[in-house]
């Protein structure tokens, strides 16, 4: 089955400064990463995704790459501010079952 | 967007009593509903998959017979934890998928927090 690692583990940023939270996966089946934000108490949010035959997709400040060939993917958040502080999520898989990285804790500091 | 409704948002229950969580999808019909689980500060990790008419599937080291799963609707699925104990204690959490697999994400509801005292 999928195996997804999620690094690092915690992330502290100067706001302004950039973020950026790397993941491999295992199974090269798996089609679609997306990637969730989880504020204290609430459920994942879904941020940004990208599919399998897409290297590259941005939104606003938030950007996400794929290496299909290496299995990995990462995402890159740009001008980071205060509400950007929260656990983040990798997911790597397909129609929906996903296997999780670990989660990164980032905090945004003024 | 997709809405998912999970309910209760959070339940107390004494250790050895049963709790039936639901997961509704209020627009849209999903054949397959997922069941996640995650303990503090933990990642979510996938308890079951559930198939409309169908029985679930669970992933390795998930007792089926305390964690039951029914998904007798395109819209309903329920989660069942039977015999709880402390250590069941967790937010649950589930997420579905439209019938044509055309919505290439998957839709959370927001959650269940269970506390087994």
């Not at chain 1, 089955?1 to 939270?21: F, K, R």
């Not at chain 2, 107390?12 to 999808?25: D, L, M, N, Y």
């Not at chain 2, 599937?57 to 934890?81: C, P, R, W």
Request: hydrophobic share 35%; net charge neutral.
């Amino acid at each position: 089955g999928e195996n997804v690692e999620q690094h690092p583990s915690t992330l502290s940023v100067q706001e302004g400064d950039s973020a950026v939270i790397k993941c491999t996966y295992s199974d090269s089946a798996s089609n679609y990463f997306p990637w969730y934000k989880q504020e204290l108490g609430k459920r994942p949010q879904l941020i940004i995704d990208i599919r399998s035959n897409v290297g590259e997709k941005k939104d606003q400040r938030i950007a996400v790459t794929l290496n299909k060939t290496a299995k990995h993917f990462s995402l890159h958040i740009t001008e980071t501010q205060p509400e950007d502080s929260a656990v983040y999520f990798c997911a790597a898989g397909s129609w929906g079952k996903f296997q999780f990285g670990a989660g990164t804790q980032v905090v945004v500091t003024p | 967007g997709a809405v998912v409704s999970q309910h209760p948002s959070w339940v107390i229950c004494k250790s050895g009593t049963s709790v039936k969580i639901e997961c509704r999808s209020l627009d849209f019909q999903a054949t397959t509903m997922f069941w996640y689980r995650q303990f503090p500060k933990q990642s979510l990790m996938l308890m079951a998959t559930s198939n409309e008419g169908s029985k679930a599937t669970y992933e390795q080291g998930v007792e089926k017979d305390k964690f039951l799963i029914n998904h007798a609707s395109l819209t309903l699925s329920t989660l069942t934890v039977t015999s709880a104990h402390p250590e069941d204690s967790s937010f649950y959490i589930c997420s579905a998928r439209d019938v044509g697999g055309i919505l290439k994400e998957a839709f959370f509801g927001q959650g269940t927090r269970l506390t087994v005292v």
